[in-house]
């Protein structure tokens, strides 16, 4: 059966590298990939309105389902008209299954062949969360995308726990694909398997035995070096199938981006651009500044010249000044900027791609950073 919700279509693909252009068309609208979407974990971006986060260029959002289900939850949710309503983002969302949360959130209780039990971070309240439940709650959500639920497990573990989390992902992939029953959501299965190559690629062949719309790359970013993720990059992407998109979790630094673009990844997200920016940290085409420091006190240049973003309207001495008083604006301010940045690096990576110039692109981004160019 075709997936009338989603439509995938690839534009052009670099002939120096496997990065791909492509147009992802879903309920609430086009998407331009490959993609950053910025991180609304409780119903929000952090300190950003739904405009603001639209006029960074951001095309796509993602919700955290552990976050909604135990605040507000998911009914009050579906009252609002679902996390579009409710936010008043009337573009694509994609949501996470809660999994990620409840393995990395120290609340686990439980885990069993049923689901996982878990201990709410907010009033230790005992609570359950199965792949019908997790389905069920990105239902009431009404997502675009919904991931489906699976076992996390921390790197570095034991092969035989990392083989045997795997397997119960595929098995509640399968139990997801099953209970599905909005006809407008989307799933996206998830591949484990740590860093174990052959793990990995047994988990791609069984998923896509379930025929899903799309495929994300789990598990990665949590800590390992990065060229370990590169690694495992390398050897999976071409084996798992061209014509779906493909979303790597959490994922990450502006240079994890253009690695992960390089090998085929359409699809990111990370707190990375937020959580940074309200720590007076911003990405910019020359490297990362950091506001706080006293060479910004008298600077009246912006953060970076020719960003259209907030921030830039106004001096690093200004923004300086107001981290250092503590002021909201700071935040609010470098998150825009961030994001904006993001933004700008893929729309600079689609357009390189566009052109075959990917390879050019990427090694002239890590000039402009100052940093050596991953010699994978
Ligand atoms: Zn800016």
């Not at 998830?190 to 896509?208: F, K």
Request: a neutral charge; aromatic letters at 8%; hydrophobic letters at 35%.
């Amino acid at each position: 059966m075709s997936e009338p919700s989603l439509k995938f279509e690839i534009l052009s693909i670099d002939p120096h590298c496997s990065a791909r252009r492509g147009v992802l068309t879903l309920p609430h609208g086009v998407v331009q990939t490959p993609t950053f979407m910025p991180v609304g974990t409780r119903g929000c971006v952090k300190g950003l309105t739904a405009e603001q986060v639209r006029s960074t260029g951001a095309e796509i959002m993602l919700g955290n389902t552990y976050h909604l289900a135990l605040r507000p939850g998911p009914e009050v949710v579906r009252h609002f008209g679902g996390l579009h309503g409710l936010m008043r983002w009337s573009y694509p969302i994609l949501t996470d299954s809660g999994g990620f949360q409840v393995f990395s959130l120290h609340g686990l209780l439980k885990l069993t062949e049923e689901g996982v039990t878990f201990r709410s971070h907010i009033d230790g309240s005992k609570l359950q969360l199965t792949p019908e439940r997790s389905i069920a709650i990105q239902e009431a959500l009404g997502s675009d995308i919904a991931m489906v639920l699976d076992e996390v497990v921390g790197l570095p573990s034991p092969r035989e726990k990392i083989r045997s989390a795997m397997e119960r992902s595929v098995r509640w992939a399968a139990r997801c694909k099953q209970c599905a029953q909005h006809p407008y959501q989307s799933q996206f299965a998830i591949v484990q398997g740590g860093l174990e190559v052959d793990l990995r690629l047994e988990c791609i062949e069984r998923l896509a035995e379930l025929d899903f719309p799309g495929y994300a790359i789990g598990g990665l970013s949590v800590g390992e070096p990065p060229a370990e993720m590169y690694r495992i990059l390398e050897a999976i992407t071409p084996t798992m199938t061209t014509q779906k998109p493909r979303y790597l979790m959490g994922v990450g630094r502006p240079q994890d981006l253009l690695e992960g673009i390089r090998y085929g990844i359409d699809m990111f997200d990370c707190v990375m651009p937020t959580r940074n920016g309200r720590n007076a940290m911003a990405f910019t085409t020359h490297g990362p500044l950091r506001l706080r420091n006293l060479v910004h006190q008298l600077d009246h240049q912006p953060i970076e010249e020719g960003c259209p973003c907030l921030a830039c309207r106004y001096s690093r001495g200004y923004i300086r000044h107001l981290f250092i008083a503590e002021e909201m604006l700071g935040p609010i301010l470098l998150s825009h900027h961030n994001l904006t940045y993001y933004q700008r690096l893929m729309a600079g990576a689609c357009e390189a791609i566009a052109a075959g110039q990917f390879e050019n692109y990427r090694q002239k981004c890590y000039q402009r950073w100052n940093n050596a160019v991953p010699t994978m």
